[in-house]
């Protein structure tokens, strides 16, 4: 049994594979506070703020509980019949083309749990900034990673299991939190108990996974953000010192 499910599946919900905690949401502000001193070149209180993200508390939710609630939801719903026939498997099945439009479709919010999640750019960007000991973003192991990189990262699900023969497309595919993601596996949404989060309108409000805090190209950063400028061969620079010679033709 799940101790964050809950024995009783009438208590389940019917959004999500497992319901995020109640401090969740301010966890992810702490990041955005942290990931917005970072960029500005304040690591003192890029690493204080961190503190306020309950990192190994995420850490070990996301990796006794929130990877794993499919196993015991569809132990109880059972399985779902196979389709006759079985459709083929689309030919892609990579997502990364979708990744940017979809996930400003569906706000940066997971689609199943609603909470606030951030794509993979500023989860790196986080750990050049700060190292390792700070924030890891790419250690292999869950132990190692920080617990916002597990929880909040956003990735593509699938809603029909590509395994099942779910259309890699954007018709099927919702933004996901890693743990709706990893939780819900491939299981279909009836062996999860689960109602089609198509069903729901996205919550797009004024968040947009830090991705619109400006970075210039030239050195990495975000400091002095007032200086910042697009340049018409593409990317956001520094004004004056970081711009990119006339002939620059963009990445």
Not at 65 to 77: D, L
Not at 154 to 167: E, I, K, N, T
Request: hydrophobic share 35%; glycine share 10%; with cysteine.
């Amino acid at each position: 049994m799940c101790t964050e499910l809950g024995a009783d599946p009438g208590l389940w919900s019917g959004l999500s594979p497992l319901e995020p905690k109640p401090w969740f949401e301010q966890a992810m502000g702490a990041f955005a506070v942290a990931y917005r001193a970072a960029v500005a070149e304040q690591a003192e209180m890029a690493i204080q703020a961190l503190i306020g993200t309950r990192d190994r508390d995420l850490n070990a939710w996301f990796d006794v509980h929130g990877q794993n609630t499919g196993t015991f939801r569809s132990a109880h719903f059972g399985p779902e019949p196979l389709s006759d026939p079985i459709p083929d498997r689309d030919p892609l099945r990579s997502v990364t083309r979708f990744e940017s439009d979809l996930f400003a479709r569906d706000g940066f919010h997971c689609r199943y749990c609603n909470a606030r999640v951030v794509p993979g750019s500023v989860t790196k960007l986080m750990q050049a900034l700060l190292g390792k000991d700070h924030f890891d973003a790419t250690s292999r192991s869950n132990e190692a990673r920080h617990g916002i990189k597990l929880t909040f990262s956003a990735a593509l699900d699938h809603v029909v299991p590509y395994s099942r023969g779910g259309q890699t497309h954007s018709d099927n595919l919702v933004t996901a939190c890693w743990a709706c993601n990893y939780g819900k596996a491939d299981f279909t949404l009836a062996e999860m108990g689960l109602e089609d989060p198509r069903e729901r309108e996205p919550q797009v409000d004024k968040w947009r996974g830090l991705t619109d805090v400006p970075i210039c190209e030239g050195c990495g950063t975000g400091k002095d953000p007032e200086f910042i400028q697009s340049h018409p061969s593409g990317g956001l620079w520094h004004v004056d010192s970081c711009m990119p010679p006339p002939d620059w033709s963009g990445r």
